[in-house]
């Protein structure tokens, strides 16, 4: 008689607690109904996919054994919290995500309790944790913190500082290694799972403070050498020695997808009276979606794709991505320039980097998650004559500004910085929107400031950089397909501070910054309709400004607005200082700033979180029109 089908079990789990009403030999099936869910939800609407896959057990067993909530549970980068999602209460929204209303694609605080900390940045979440774990100790409170953190975030300082800093939060700290390269330790086999369980054992673990307590009273030498013996035996066997002597009690390696081994040990992890405990498991990125494992991304980032075979829709055709532009312009230039080197914090293909390491790569470098050492790695190159470019995406640079600060401008050391997904980035939502960096670098003397229009202005802004010895540069551009215009075969240097007119015109002038430049285009038309002749002009540089063509714009036209994509305390405030410092204002003109609202925006496709931040051609006549409405003599004055 053929064995009748198993009764669906994530229907009956909306949360933790009713997940914990399971019986231990029902998870495997609770697993294998999660991770088929978690594909089909990012089937239908695309986001990461592999990383999700690869935690499913380990997200089963970690709400299984803690009492989330109550513990206090952060999933470092936050990417592989899909699973998560589903189990706490967000099913019912799971096929939202990172969509305009719906789910965010990473944890987010305003969502849900079980999502405690914010998170989409790499490195964070040993610190959090442990911000969770002595507040409940000084309150006196129960609850753990439980930090995952991939391999590739241990890259990162941050986890080692936090990691440093862990001895106080004893026991209330559970550190969860989520090993998916096999970067620390060889394949998990029978035996490492044996040693991990018993050594997690509460059985062991007192027996190991006996005889510390015993090796105390022992002349200091003796007790030395067997402080020393315990760590390198358990070290030797399991790999844990760097992690005793950041202070942390090392469990591991353990098979992430067997819960018959990740159980027992959590179980005893929990119990245990020893601490801080770091935890290694070692997982399969794209686990046992066949498509997902045999990609060489493991479907990292996916388009929404067909669940069956696993193709991906196909994203229209169309133009280059800037990164990719980026990428192939830097590569080209250093085919005749050897001093050129490119660096980047473990996102080569994310910047365009990867056609560059293909063409150069004994001049190519991925320093890992390591903003901070990218830039002063950078600064110490062009220090001793090279020319280097450090690619990082705008709301990763953040991270790395006291070097930019102290390293590069302070020296005036010629670190060309190219800043990729400046603006709104749509579905990633605002952890990962390049807002600030207009502001944060603007600010800075010595440093050059520049963004284009489209993708042949970043073109010649990559050869300028190349050139510009005398001092820092920056150029920032978005994420995305470019205008599709033509690419130049030579570019040009370009005349540091100095913009251009692209349309003339006499009563309105328009002066953008970046790839708001065909919004405005289109905004000077219907404006030219309305019987308002208008001027734009592209600036290309926010520092220098180009004081000239700023000074005689304001002084000619009737209302002068700004546009940029980018914070309060960029283009419009440097613009607004000029005007002031020059009392260029105290003649009647309506001078108007258009930028970025002063808020974190959500996900959504970036076209309407454009609009949304009422940066499109419709909002720049409104703000024209609205100028002109203060004015007692209206618009037949301006028409004059």
Known sequence: MADLPATPLLDSVSLPADLRRLKP??????????????????????????????????????????????????WDVGHQCYPHKILTGRRDRIRTLRQGGGLSGFTKRSESEYDPFGAAHSSTSISAALGFAIANKLAGKPGKGIAVIGDGAMSAGMAYEAMNNAEQAGNRLVVILNDNDMSIAPPVGGLSAYLSRIVSSREFLGMREVLRKLARKLPRPLHTAARKTDEFARGMAMGGTLFEELGFYYVGPIDGHNLDQLIPVLENVRDAEEGPILVHVVTKKGKGYGPAEASADKYHGVQKFDVITGAQAKSPAGPPQYQNVFGEALAREAESDPRICAITAAMPSGTGLDKFAAAHADRFFDVGIAEQHAVTFAAGLAAQGMRPFCAIYSTFLQRAYDQVVHDVAIQNLPVRFAI???????????????????????????LVVMSPADEAELVHMVHTMVVHD???????????????????????????????????????AILSLGTRLGEALKAAEQLEAKGLSTTVADLRFVKPLDEALIRRLLTTHEVALTIEEASVGGLGAHVLTLASDEGLIDGGLKLRTMRLPDRFQDQDKPELQYAEAGLDADAIVATVLSALRHNSSGVAEARA
């Not at 075969?489 to 309105?508: F, M, S």
């Open 420 to 446: 990729d997904r400046a603006g709104l980035v749509g579905a990633d939502g605002a952890t990962h929107a390049g807002s600030f960096d207009v502001t944060y670098l603007a600010t800075l003397p010595n």
């Open 470 to 508: 005398t001092g820092p540069i920056a150029v920032r551009y978005p994420r995305g397909n470019g205008t599709g215009v033509a690419l130049p075969t030579a570019p040009e240097r370009l005349e540091i501070g100095r913009g251009r007119v692209v349309r003339e015109g006499k009563a309105v």
């Open 25 to 74: 030999e029902q998870l495997r099936q609770l697993a294998d109904e999660l991770r088929a869910e978690t594909i089909s939800a990012v089937g239908a609407t695309g986001g990461h996919l592999g990383s999700g896959l690869g935690v499913v057990e380990l997200t089963t067993a970690i709400h299984y054994v803690f009492d989330t909530p109550a513990d206090r549970l952060v």
